[in-house]
């Protein structure tokens, strides 16, 4: 992402979160490395796509930082700190909440 290239990657939580598929990359089945080679040979015979999936790559650079990545976490601590837990609505993804 922060090289400017298109991202291939397995189908999971992790990376489904992330990535959004046709605008950022591909993803593939886990384990298929069948798709995973198909997926390789559609960015190298589409430079158009891998150009377009690297801009928009580079242009959420920042959104992954090491800071910006640390003050969702920490601020997500002090939350969960801040009281007792049954005052308090917490996210059922976490994964999701560090995105904001």
Do not use: C
């Not at 640390?70 to 609505?89: E, F, H, R």
């Amino acid at each position: 992402m922060a090289l400017g290239k298109p991202i291939v990657a397995s189908n999971i939580d992790g990376y489904r979160e992330v990535l959004e598929t046709d605008q950022q990359g591909l993803l593939v089945p886990p384990g298929d490395a069948h798709s995973l080679s198909r997926a390789l040979l559609t960015l190298i015979n589409e430079p158009q796509l891998r150009k377009k999936m690297g801009a928009v790559n580079l242009s959420m650079v920042d959104k992954y930082s090491w800071e910006e990545i640390a003050t969702k976490i920490l601020d997500l601590y002090a939350n969960v700190l801040s009281g007792p837990p049954w005052l308090k609505s917490f996210p059922v993804d976490t994964e999701a909440s560090l995105k904001r």
